[in-house]
T-cell receptor
Framework: DAGVIQSPRHEVTEMGQEVTLRCKPI?????LFWYRQTMMRGLELLIY????????DSGMPEDRFSAKMPNASFSTLKIQPSEPRDSAVYFC??????????????FGPGTRLLVL | GIQVEQSPPDLILQEGANSTLRCNFS?????LQWFHQNPWGQLINLFY???GTKQNGRLSATTVATERYSLLYISSSQTTDSGVYFC???????????????FGQGTILTVHP
């Protein structure tokens, strides 16, 4: 399997512009997660989906952030309008529910976002 | 509050040395993972270990859930082991917390040749 795929790998944009990050989870996985990593706050969960349905978005910083999962193989995280404080590495991860319950989350390579 | 604390924050080793990284967590967990973030920023799964002991080559991990800690052992360290090691847990909140990994702040490991 190719693992979790994210695009773009790097994004540089100007304040006020819309940014769209993309993720393709591992085939067959039923959970998808979006995380953000910054020096100040470390790694933090933003939102996660189960079977394409958003389950918990309590980590989404504000209304400028939105996430969608239109089908089992694709998700987007959108920031509109972007601000310099949104600069971070954004990771997507996926996992598969098993009879035993919780399972390993596999992370994509991340998108490094810089907002000028 | 809910916390995941890792120690030491920084560790410098000579190639060939052994090391132990520790992760303390403040409440019951039903998922615990160890990750290695390499110098290119990629998060690599090392272990899924909510309890018990596992080994993978030069790495091994032990989680004592009742005492709320986990240990990651690195033996015969190599320069490629350098990077940041994260412990992440899902706290047991009666089924409402599935998948909500809470990360520690990491241990920065540097292995010199």
């Amino acid at each position: 399997d190719a693992g979790v795929i994210q695009s773009p790998r790097h994004e540089v944009t100007e304040m006020g512009q819309e940014v769209t990050l993309r993720c393709k989870p591992i085939s067959g996985h039923d959970y998808l997660f979006w995380y953000r990593q910054t020096m100040m706050r470390g790694l933090e969960l933003l939102i996660y989906f189960n079977n394409n349905v958003p389950i918990d978005d309590s980590g989404m910083p504000e209304d400028r952030f939105s996430a969608k999962m239109p089908n089992a193989s694709f998700s987007t995280l959108k920031i509109q309008p972007s601000e310099p404080r949104d600069s971070a590495v954004y990771f997507c991860a996926s996992s598969l529910t098993r009879a035993t319950g919780q399972e390993t989350q596999y992370f994509g390579p991340g998108t490094r976002l810089l907002v000028l | 509050g809910i916390q995941v604390e890792q120690s030491p924050p920084d560790l410098i080793l000579q190639e060939g040395a052994n090391s132990t990284l520790r992760c303390n967590f403040s409440d019951s967990v039903n998922n615990l993972q160890w990750f290695h973030q390499n110098p290119w920023g990629q998060l690599i799964n090392l272990f899924y270990i909510p309890s018990g002991t596992k080994q993978n080559g030069r790495l091994s991990a032990t989680t004592v859930a009742t005492e709320r800690y986990s240990l990651l052992y690195i033996s015969s360290s190599q320069t490629t082991d350098s990077g940041v090691y994260f412990c992440a847990v899902v706290f047991d909140a009666g089924g409402t917390s599935y998948g909500k990994l809470t990360f520690g702040q990491g241990t920065i490991l540097t292995v010199h040749p």
